[in-house]
């Protein structure tokens, strides 16, 4: 018999596992799937060159830009909410697969697994902002610079809200396409949230539940730098207290999800 | 934190015990699916896990990934708690189904378990060569057929170079090829050493691969032994012998004899010591033309796992 080589180190990676390669390679899978690409890039952009660019939303003024500019930021805040909630959402598909489990083979620990997905989420929600306000420059939205960076900064940030909402819903929902139950809920957040129509469009009633809804918030925040309108406090209220409810959700599921029973 | 093995430890050859599951009871609710196994695989082995469904194989494996936790009793691989041994790469598996993405390519797939598991590209690479998949590394998983699929998994397994590998029914599913393939692949990985335990209802692939078959029925171990034991145990061997004028009376009077059969001037005797009956029949009887046979794996199977107790879980 030959002498074997010494075996490899055995050993536990760093951060549970959370590594820049697998980032890489989820990102690059992220990106082959039609879906989350259209989502993510295509949507958002095609609805503000539909609802935000006509002649008189280029001319009418809103706060110290113009209305083109005020869709421009709800559509940006509407691309990073569907881009972050299928990028939370991604789980489900996961989980149905069978992947999670087979990650279980590994030495990836289920947090270091919930941080990649976030990150992953947060990048793809930028992504949409970037790309829906590339658009919007060449499309008559009129901002001063400094409300370009912020509005893009709050609706970006703020879409942590709909990564936990992701998360929380793939993690609840075992279906394989999760995100088309998903996608009209959102709509119908984003209605509900006065991210489509301006709330005092709608009654004074409706308007005062929209108050209570998780798009309303990020919304209002969002738009903010650009209006200098609206209850900054309640707003960010509204961002704080959903996202701690989803959080808590999402974890109540993942912690039923990875208990070794 | 790290948590690393001294390199003295590496258990392939060494006195170490593979796995040890000890009293090991498994209960959900009220069904009991394993119900106080004990066994002992000794480094190198290659073992085949037998049973009908709902005997407790696929609970007695996934205690053994660290995947549940037993209800009772106590399960060892390498000496530490399963999961432990699972994130250091000490033991890796290759499920039934599941377990892929289909929007990722082969390479992928073994590339991300490699950054997991904090190896190198010349493993990626190694990995894929030696599952017989490196020439279809591009190919997005949802294209790969089911053989395909299953081998990516053994690559995946590879990947930590694993002491012990479990498969739990691998080749359910494949063509006659696709089976002979996975096969080969393994009988040569098996070759380093590296212990082996597959759960399996194809009898032939326990008789053909297995140095020891572990029958399960009902949540225990009911035989235990090289593949000839375990046939013999089950069913004892048969002696078919020329014994003009034999009565069955006088048969079943001779030492060790179970059943006898007289069909003219031949008899069949079923016997656990066929051995010991061939030589009183040879030294004080009559009886000529001996033959002894066994019955195969198959029969030994039915008759080790039929299940007479009705309404049994499932």
Known sequence: MTTTAMPPARSLPKFGGFSLGMIKLELRRMIRNRRTVIFTFIMPAVFFLLFGTNASSRTQPAGSGNVTAYILVSMAVYGAMLSTTSGGAMVSVERAAGWSRQLRLTPLKPVAYIAVKLVLAMLIGLASVLVTFLVGSFSGAQLPLHAWI?????????????????????????????????????????????????????????????????????????????VHDGNLWLAALNVVVWTAIFSAGAMWRFRRDTARV | MT????????????????????????????????????????????????????????????MLLGLSNPTEGTVQVYGRAPHEAVALGL???????????????????????????????????????????????????????????????????????????????????????????????IRQDARSGRTVIFATHYLEEADAYADRVVFVRRGQVVADGTAAEVKAMASGRTIRATMPGASE?????????????????????????????????????????????????????LTLTADDIPGSPE
């Open chain 1, 150 to 226: 912020e509005c893009g900064l709050l609706a970006w940030v703020c879409a942590l809200v709909f990564a936990a909402f992701g998360l929380f819903m793939g993690y609840l929902l075992p279906s394989e396409n999760v995100m088309q139950i998903l996608g009209p809920v959102l709509a119908v957040l984003s209605f509900a949230g006065g991210l489509f129509v301006p709330l005092d469009a709608l009654g004074h009633t409706f308007a005062t539940i929209a108050k209570f809804t998780p798009v309303y918030g990020v919304g209002e925040l969002a738009r903010y730098p650009l």
């Open chain 2, 3 to 62: 948590l690393t093995t001294p390199s003295h430890t590496r258990a392939r050859g060494s006195g170490q015990l593979a796995v040890d599951l000890h009293g090991v009871v498994k209960r959900f609710g009220a069904v009991t699916a394993v119900d106080g196994i004990s066994l002992q695989i000794r480094p190198g082995e290659v073992i085949a896990l037998l049973g009908p469904n709902g005997a407790g194989k696929t609970s007695t494996v996934d």
């Open chain 2, 91 to 185: 033991v890796s598996a290759v499920m039934q189904t599941g377990g892929l993405l289909k929007d990722y390519t082969v390479e992928e797939t073994v590339k991300l378990t490699a950054v997991l598991f904090g190896r190198g590209p010349a493993e990626v690479t190694e990995a894929l060569r030696r599952a017989g998949i490196a020439d279809i590394g591009k190919r997005l998983v949802g294209k790969c057929s089911g053989g395909q699929q299953q081998r990516l998994r053994f690559a995946m397994a590879l990947l930590p170079d694993p002491e012990l590998l479990i498969l739990d029914e691998p080749t359910t599913g494949m063509d006659v090829a696709g089976r002979h393939d996975f096969w080969t692949a």
């Open chain 2, 249 to 301: 009376a006088q048969l079943l009077a001779l030492p060790g004899v179970e059943t006898a059969e007289v069909r003219g001037d031949t008899v069949l005797l079923a016997s656990r010591d066929t051995d010991a009956l061939a030589r009183h029949l040879l030294n004080e009887t009559g009886a000529r033309d001996l033959e002894i046979t066994s019955r195969n794996l198959e029969q030994a199977f």
